[in-house]
Every structure is written in C-alpha cells, then in structure tokens.
C-alpha cells in the first residue's frame, strides 16, 4: 500500500444481513469504497472510507450533461483464500480510453492498484469461492464541478464500489436483432464504457423485453445489416464448428472476456473468424441448420448461451449440442480466473495479501 491512500475503515461490517445464496446482480454492496478527487489539474489524496451515499450539487455535471464513464471488472476466490483478478491492466487501460473520449482526465495507475488491491484485502470476506462466485468490481468515473455550462468539467471522482455477485443471467437468453434503433455510429462512444451508452439502449430493450426478449443484438447504424453487439455482452456466433464474432470498431466495445476467448478458443484449434457478420448469413445459417450456438461474452455476462433470436418477425430456437463451445470455453475461462486451472496465458493476476 503506498503512503498516499488514507484509509478509514466500517466499525461494523454489514455481511451478516447478506444471504449469499440470494444475490440479484449488483444489489449489495460490500463494505468500503475507493473515493479519489480530481481538482486544480490533478488527482488528490485517495481514500478508502465505508460505503456510503455522496454529497453532490445538483448543477455538478454529470446530471445534466451524462459526463461518466465506467468499468466492469471481477476478483475470485480461490479454495485456499487467496484472491485474484482478471488482467486488471486491460480495463485501467480501458477505463482511460474512455476517459479521454469523454474529455475527462486520466487516472493514475499506482492509485487504481493500490486502491483495488486495498478495497479487496478489507473486503475479502465478501468473495466467496466456488463456482459462479466472485465479486463484481464497478470503477467508474463523474464529473462533479457545479454548474451548468455545457463544457467538460474540471473536477470529478473517480470510485470504486464492490458488489458480490453470481450470475448475470438467470435462465434463457432470447435476443431481438436491431433493425430500426441503433446503439452507436461512426465517429461515437460507442467503444467506451460511456455510461450514456448503456441509458440509450435502455427504451429499445424495454420494447423487446415486452416481447419477451432479454437483450437486443444492435447492428450497424448505417444499413442494420451486420451484427455488432448486445450492449452487456460482444456476442459470438458458431456456424459449423467455426466461431465468428465482429471485429472491434469505434462502435463495438473492445470486451476483455471476447479477446480472451479469442485467444482460447484458438489455442484449442478452434476456427475463430473475426470479421464483419452479417445478418443475412446468421439467419441463412440458422434456416439450414449449420448454426450451432450463439453465445454472449462480457465481464458481468459471463459466457451467456443465447437459446434463440428473432429477426423482423422471424423468429429461430437454437439446438442445444452436447459439445457446446460456451460450455467448454465457459469452464476453462472460469477455472482459469479462480486459480484452479494454469494460466499458460499470463492473465490472472494475484491480489497481494496485505495488513490492512
Ligand atoms: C460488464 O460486463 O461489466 C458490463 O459492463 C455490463 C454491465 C452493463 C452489466
């Protein structure tokens, strides 16, 4: 821990009213965050204190102008109580990159790791072990400066809050593919955890939910013809036994979990094509039976099977194969994260145990 981090702890943990069995998706909070300041051009003294509601001006900006950005990350438990995260560089990497989008200054990565690896030594009883458990991480950033003058801010806050969590997705996944509302454009955020990103997709998905579908595949602005990615997930495709997923873009979110499964998959001599997909081809596909599997992939999502999809009123189940690649790639991907597979790949980084 570096002198700089001041640290005021809970004088009474809230855990014992968590049923752990019972957790909906980023309801409970652990016990402390991770507050650090940006103000006269730089970032101040951070600090861990307990969980807890901010004080804010109403006119701060980030009410009126949706200045936010934000990540999603994850740490697991191992059976020996030791603690690990999922190559946290690639989202402090992120998280700057989306930053700098937004005209929001970056943040320093001593703090990041030092606040994260703090936060999780004092709230280490909240992550439990075993499958499907691990503890949500949220950084994200806001802009805090008073007034309403459209302009980017000149003070924000960069937190840290720590859900526990397991499963994103309860039962199946149905998804709608976007053939009117788009998600991002050319030139836009849509790479960046802006968190405007997600506020816009929220009335198309309300309009498929009532349809009864959980997410919506969003496709390019311009012509609604190739498949981009759900908003909580990048999504994967199986045609024959090859997988396809959409390169990134300035409008596809740069998802940790889909180039890990890129990397994985392929180590595996499995056929990973990354390039442009096009609906037409997904819905050929699904008619003559050579689509296989279709499954999300994001931080919080996990590896999520999609069970069918719909497209201008056709509608298609997917088959359950025996040899799912989400199954497969799902475990090894899991079991990797929580030290209880190799890491050939370097990927899994451990939280050093520390007095705190
Ligand atoms: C994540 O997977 O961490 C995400 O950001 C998705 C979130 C909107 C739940």
Same mark, same amino acid.
């Given at each position: 821990m570096t002198d700089t981090l001041k640290v005021t702890k809970i004088s009474k943990s809230k855990i014992d009213q968590v049923d752990f069995s019972k957790l909906a998706f980023g309801t409970v909070f652990t016990d402390?965050? /991770?507050?650090?300041?940006?103000?006269?051009?730089?970032?101040?003294?951070?600090?861990?204190?307990?969980?807890?509601?901010?004080?804010m001006d109403p006119s701060a900006k980030v009410f009126h102008?949706?200045?936010?950005?934000?990540?999603?990350?994850?740490?697991?438990?191992?059976?020996?109580?030791?603690?690990?995260?999922?190559?946290?560089?690639?989202? /402090?990497?992120?998280?700057?990159?989306?930053s700098e989008r937004l005209a929001m200054p970056a943040f320093d990565k001593a703090y990041f790791f030092d606040g994260l690896n703090t936060l999780l030594n004092l709230d280490k009883d909240w992550i439990k072990s075993g499958e499907n458990n691990s503890l949500y991480i949220?950084? /994200?950033?806001?802009a805090t400066e008073n007034g309403v003058s459209a302009s980017p801010a000149t003070e924000y806050k960069f937190i840290i809050i720590c859900a526990p969590a397991q499963a994103y997705y309860s039962g199946e996944v149905r998804v709608l593919f976007a053939d009117h509302y788009s998600r991002s454009a050319d030139g836009g955020v849509g790479f960046a955890k802006a968190a405007g990103n997600y506020a816009a997709q929220f009335y198309p998905t309300e309009l498929a939910k009532e349809k009864g579908y959980?997410?919506?595949?969003?496709?390019?602005?311009?012509?609604?013809e190739y498949l981009e990615e759900a908003g909580t997930m990048n999504v994967f495709f199986r045609v024959h036994?090859?997988?396809?997923?959409?390169?990134?873009?300035?409008?596809?979110?740069?998802?940790?979990?889909?180039?890990?499964?890129?990397?994985?998959a392929r180590s595996q001599g499995i056929t990973v094509e990354v390039r442009p997909v096009k609906v037409s081809e997904i819905v050929e596909a699904a008619e003559n039976g050579s689509l296989k599997e279709m499954f999300g992939a994001g931080t919080a999502a996990v590896i999520s099977p999609i069970s069918g999809f719909t497209h201008k009123d056709k509608k298609f189940d997917l088959p359950k194969p025996?040899?799912?690649y989400a199954t497969k790639l799902?475990?090894?991907?899991?079991?990797?994260?929580?030290?209880?597979?190799?890491?050939?790949?370097?990927?899994?980084?451990?939280?050093?145990?520390?007095?705190?």
């Open positions: 402390h965050m /991770f507050v650090c300041e940006y103000k006269n051009g730089a970032w101040q003294t951070p600090e861990i204190l307990p969980y807890g509601p901010l004080q102008y949706g200045q936010a950005v934000f990540e999603g990350m994850k740490a697991y438990k191992d059976d020996n109580g030791d603690v690990f995260m999922f190559r946290p560089e690639e989202n /402090f990497n992120r998280i700057n990159k989306s949220r950084p /994200f950033v806001i959980n997410q919506v595949v969003w496709t390019d602005a311009n012509s609604h036994d090859t997988l396809l997923t959409a390169p990134t873009s300035d409008r596809i979110l740069d998802g940790i979990t889909r180039k890990s499964l890129i990397e994985l025996e040899d799912a799902k475990k090894q991907l899991t079991e990797l994260q929580a030290n209880r597979a190799d890491d050939p790949f370097g990927w899994r980084y451990e939280v050093p145990a520390l007095e705190v």
